[in-house]
Each structure stands twice: as C-alpha cells, then as structure tokens.
C-alpha cells in the first residue's frame, strides 16, 4: 500500500533559525515528490517538484532533498520567518497506467515564533 | 497569476440533500482534480478527469460522487445525497499538460453536513 510518513508531525522554532522536515515513503512505481505548504484555511500552495533522478532542489529559502534509493526526502527551511508558519506536506505521485495516483503524507506542522 | 477559484467558500446542508461544489480551474489548464480533506487529517484524493472524462478515482468516490464540465470554464464535483461523514474541505486542482507541472489548488470550500 502507497504510504507518505512526515516527521515531525509539529515543530516550532525561534525567527531567523533553520529546520528541517522529513519525508519516508514507500509508494512505487515512483513519478516524482512535492513538497507543498498550507496555509490554515487555504489550498495547498507548491513549493518543489522533484523527479527520480534529481537529488536537490531550492525554491528560495526552501531546499528539498531525494534520496530515491531510501525513499526519503527532506525540506529544509533556511533563516524562518513568521509567515513560514504553516502546515508542510509532502505528496508522492506514482505512476499508474497513463496516469498518476498521488498519495499525501499527515504533513508537519510549523510555527515560527518571534 | 491566474489562480484556481472555488464556490461557495462556505455550504451548510441537511443530511440526504444534494450539494454542488464549484471550481473554475486556470483557463489553459486540462487535467483537473479533487480532494477533501477532513477535519485535522491529511488532504485525500478523490477524482481525476482529463478529456472530459474521469481518469482516476479513490474508493471515497462512490456512487454518491459525480464530477462533470458542464462547459469550457467550470468544473463542477456534486454529492448525490450528503452523509454526516462528507464534512470536510473540498478542494479543486488543476494542472498544465507534463506530468511534472504542479497542481494549483483553490481555496477550497467548507462543507458542514447537518
């Protein structure tokens, strides 16, 4: 059965300090990763999308990392800011036929405080 | 930046009614999607259409559940007749041609089933 796990489910750190979220999936056959933020009350907002054969991606102040070998992927947030307090989810598309079924992970929440 | 747009934000309906969720996707945008998300618990999958036809669905998406594009703008999800348990946020997807090109999501509509 597909599965995202994140860890930690919650997390709060101090302005301008970094952190970084996991993710452990075991959805096969693998397509690509997402890392998307949430907003309380809003849609979910993209921040990367990684494919099999890429290892890092920076959007910003956001880099994800992939390990394909070990299914597990990482968001790491450098010098936080308030607004970065949201929920984080990590989503894992597989390939399904000509289409592709996505599974989300619980997501980690975040609060960055002053 | 084009955004996609869901209606109501809000909807309050008896148990047993029907109910209508209404998205307007990105206008270039062809493949589209939903998803609920209960109440303090990860965002589902519920359906994919391309091509004016569904193309992936969750075992959520029972007979109770249709989607339909009524016409070149408006992608619509109805509940035939709603349970207590379909209370949640229902949000829309839509996505450019490319397997790897992010999904962009509304914001979502609240469904309280009463």
């Known amino acids: 059965k597909n599965q995202v796990e994140q860890s930690p489910q919650s997390l709060i750190i101090l302005e301008g300090k970094n952190c970084t979220l996991q993710?452990?999936?075991?959805?096969?056959?693998?397509?690509?990763l997402r890392w998307y933020k949430q907003d309380t009350g809003r849609g979910p907002v993209s921040l990367t999308i990684?494919?099999?054969?890429?290892n890092t991606k920076s959007n910003g102040r956001y880099t994800a990392t992939l390990d394909a070998d070990t299914k597990q992927s990482s968001l790491h947030i450098t010098a936080s800011q308030l607004s970065d307090s949201a929920s984080y989810i990590c989503?894992?598309?597989?390939?399904?036929?000509?289409?592709?079924?996505?599974?989300f992970g619980t997501g980690t929440k975040l609060q960055v405080i002053p | 930046e084009p955004e996609v747009t869901q209606t109501p934000s809000h909807q309050v309906t008896q148990m047993g009614q029907e109910v209508i969720l209404r998205c307007v996707p990105i206008s270039n945008h062809l493949y589209f999607y939903w998803y609920r998300q209960i109440l303090g618990q990860k965002v589902e999958f519920l359906v994919s259409?391309?091509?004016?036809?569904?193309?992936?669905k969750s075992e959520i998406f029972d007979d109770q559940f249709s989607v339909e594009r009524p016409d070149g703008s408006n992608f619509t999800l109805k509940i035939r007749s709603t349970k207590l348990e379909d209370s949640a946020m229902y949000f829309c997807?839509?996505?450019?041609?490319?397997?790897?090109?992010?999904?962009?999501f509304g914001d979502g509509t609240r469904l309280s089933i009463l």
């Open positions: 993710c452990n999936y075991t959805v096969s056959p693998f397509s690509n």
């Open positions: 997807a839509s996505r450019a041609e490319g397997s790897n090109q992010p999904q962009h």
């Open positions: 989503v894992v598309s597989a390939r399904s036929g000509g289409y592709q079924k996505v599974t």
């Open positions: 259409f391309y091509n004016n036809e569904i193309s992936e």
């Open positions: 990684m494919t099999f054969s890429e």
